[in-house]
């Protein structure tokens, strides 16, 4: 059974940073492609960014320079460093991998961005 479980969220100030985490459990991580996406407050869900099992990354243009994903497939994590957050940045973020078709989504994790 596959399971992701993100942690880090909060709430911070313009300017600031968080570091989002997921652990996943009852995969090969390593095979796997992994993604970040963001729910902000009655919008729909987007990519923020992802990381192949190689370690290639994209990101959506509005977190570029900003926000990095990284991967441990060590300890089958997979992070979102977020700098220089905006309060356009609040929203839950969740961590997801495709597997053969299917999507897993942990169960999210809220961040909000405000002074």
């Known amino acids: 059974q596959v399971l992701l479980v993100e942690s880090g969220g909060g709430t911070v100030q313009p300017g600031g940073s968080l570091r989002l985490s997921c652990a996943a459990s009852g995969i090969i991580f390593s095979l796997y492609t992994a993604h970040w996406y963001r729910q902000p407050p009655g919008k729909q869900r987007e990519l923020v960014a992802r990381?192949?099992?190689?370690?290639?990354?994209i990101y959506a243009d509005s977190v570029k320079g900003r926000f990095t994903i990284s991967r441990d497939n060590a300890k089958n994590t997979v992070s979102l460093q977020m700098n220089s957050l905006k309060p356009q940045d609040t929203a839950v973020y969740y961590c997801?991998?495709?597997?053969?078709?299917?999507?897993?989504w942990g169960q999210g994790t809220q961040v909000t961005v405000s002074s």
């Open positions: 990381i192949g099992s190689g370690g290639s990354t």
């Open positions: 997801n991998l495709l597997i053969g078709g299917k999507n897993y």
